[in-house]
């Protein structure tokens, strides 16, 4: 596995933290997205795409 690799949990995108378009922390964990797009999703329906809610 390669350092700093992450999933957008928007789209399933694999990409580097360092290369993010964003970062969101949400129920104390990071998610990292590829896109301002994916972010945005994210923030208006964050218990739509994680466990937690
Ligand atoms: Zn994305």
Redesign the pocket.
Known sequence: MLFGKVK?P??G?KISKRKAAGVVEHHGTLYY???TG?KEKFEKEPKKYTETG
């Open positions: 957008d928007i789209c995108m997205f590829c896109s994916c």
